[in-house]
């Protein structure tokens, strides 16, 4: 038990790092953002509200009295965002850029499983 708490913690806060920062940066967008999200074809507006979204769904992640539904809706949106972000890459050439959402989504697959075993 107190194994499966620290796997399920550890991913739980990698992820939440990763999106709550990868949010603030599609707020903010930072110098050079705008070069980068024009390469893959999508309007700036996408990033800013995708950044919310994602500040949101972090914090429903580490939160304990949120609901299995919304948690499991978290999930879900970063699911479909660390898969079409390795797509988007993908689909301009960018093979490198594909390898950290997909690392990414396996620590997110490791927190989900885990998730059950210590949230009751």
Same mark, same amino acid.
């Given at each position: ?13 990698? +992820? ?33 509200? &995708?950044?919310?979204? !994602?500040? +949101?769904?972090?914090? &429903?992640?580490?939160?304990? !009295? ?48 885990? !998730?059950? !075993?210590?949230?009751?």
């Amino acid at each position: 038990m107190q194994r499966d708490n620290i796997i399920y913690w550890a991913t739980t806060l990698i +992820i939440f790092g990763v999106m709550m920062l990868g949010g603030v940066m599609d707020i903010v967008q930072p110098e050079g953002f705008a070069e980068n999200v024009a390469s893959l074809g999508y309007p700036l507006y996408f990033f800013t509200i &995708l950044g919310v979204f !994602k500040i +949101i769904g972090s914090i &429903l992640l580490v939160v304990p !009295k949120v609901s299995m539904k919304l948690k499991e809706l978290a999930y879900a949106g970063f699911f479909f965002d660390l898969v079409y972000a390795a797509l988007s890459h993908g689909a301009i050439g960018e093979y490198a850029k594909i390898l950290p959402p997909v690392a990414f989504l396996v620590i997110l697959a490791v927190s989900y499983k885990y !998730k059950n !075993k210590v949230i009751s």
